[in-house]
């Protein structure tokens, strides 16, 4: 990967920015993670080593009251957990994968929130995924579908294979006022459907059931403010 991208992957690992949106703990591994992708002991791309920065998805919709999150059913692993998956070589940031993942294994369109009251870094990488880099969707985004700019969740965990030995996942959120249709273009992913909270599928990802109320609070406090409304109607008589 050139230095031009590998500049908006370590923009996106940000400690300072982690720090605000997920708390200390997922703050330290953003900042050993910068590290490691400065010296290649961590690879963006899965071809370029065993130790893989990734990125996810957690897709929310409805209010705080009773949220519904989409799951996909993952056919390696059996287990129903949020869209994401490997960096492409495409990727200019953390943000433009989680968008394409988001759209490949959810159907879902998004815009990312505003940057505002960020750094001129961040508003940067913002813009920077508006571009379509791969030229493979002419969607307009699904109406009031909004990314959260920072992640909610930077954590490193084992996979065990003897290509991928382990991933540090940068995740994000999604939201959208209500449940959307979803539909999957991965062949990964043999279905992918909204639950509510308080009734996870059987083949729940155990790590995922654990953390989700508290994913959700995060998502909740990041998203306040960002509230993308669908375009106003022409006709206003």
Do not use: Y
């Amino acid at each position: 990967m050139t230095t031009e991208p590998l500049r908006g992957l370590l923009q996106g690992l940000d400690p300072d920015r982690v720090r605000r949106s997920a708390g200390d703990a997922d703050a330290a591994v953003s900042a050993t993670a910068q590290d490691d992708l400065r010296s290649g002991a961590l690879t963006p791309l899965r071809a370029d080593g065993v130790r893989h920065l990734t990125v996810s998805c957690l897709l929310v919709a409805g209010d705080s009251g009773e949220p519904s999150v989409a799951l996909g059913l993952h056919r390696k692993s059996g287990e129903w957990r949020q869209v994401g998956g490997h960096l492409e070589a495409g990727d200019g940031s953390l943000l433009a994968a989680a968008l394409r993942e988001l759209r490949e294994e959810s159907g879902v369109a998004a815009v990312v929130e505003s940057a505002a009251g960020g750094s001129a870094g961040d508003r940067k990488e913002s813009e920077g995924t508006s571009s379509n880099r791969d030229g493979d969707d002419r969607r307009a985004p699904h109406a009031g579908a909004v990314l959260l700019h920072a992640p909610v969740a930077v954590r490193e965990f084992p996979v065990g294979g003897r290509d991928c030995a382990s991933h540090v996942d940068v995740l994000f959120a999604a939201r959208v006022p209500e449940r959307v249709t979803l539909q999957t273009h991965d062949a990964g992913i043999a279905r992918i459907e909204w639950w509510s909270v308080s009734a996870l599928p059987e083949g729940t990802a155990p790590d995922l059931r654990r953390d989700l109320p508290q994913l959700l609070r995060r998502v909740a406090r990041s998203s306040a403010p960002a509230v993308v409304s669908p375009p106003p109607r022409a006709d206003r008589s």
